[in-house]
């Protein structure tokens, strides 16, 4: 079974970046798509990107694109999400995921992750 660790949160100012990274294990992970998720309280949670086995194709939600940038190291079974210009709202935990299929697409769709992390919190302080 895989298995995803986040590390890098904690408490960052405004305006200010900060990098996640997510460890996989016991699996194929460097050919399954894989991406980043977020909750607040009281909300569900939402996609934040998402990335191809290859790293060649990625996807950013809307309201980070041009903030942050999903990357990964398949040599190493990591992903990254590098976060700049962070704003209050996106204060969160983050999750990250890894779908189960072998290079199947990138996707914002929740359900078609198979495996997720504990999640680890953000906050954007000011």
């Known amino acids: 079974q895989v298995q995803l660790v986040e590390s890098g949160g904690g408490v960052v100012q405004i305006g200010g970046s900060m990098k996640l990274a997510c460890a996989g294990s016991?699996?194929?992970?460097?050919?399954?798509?894989m991406g980043w998720f977020r909750q607040t309280p009281g909300k569900e949670r939402e996609f934040v990107a998402s990335?191809?086995?290859?790293?060649?194709?990625?996807w950013h939600r809307g309201s980070v694109e041009g903030r942050f940038t999903i990357s990964r190291d398949n040599a190493n079974n990591m992903l990254y999400l590098q976060m700049d210009n962070l704003k209050p709202e996106d204060t969160a935990v983050y999750y990250c995921a890894s779908r189960g299929e072998v290079r199947s697409d990138i996707t914002d769709r929740e359900d078609l992750y198979a495996y997720w992390g504990q999640g680890i919190q953000v906050i954007v302080s000011s």
């Open positions: 990335i191809s086995w290859s790293g060649a194709a990625t």
């Open positions: 016991g699996g194929t992970v460097s050919s399954y798509t």
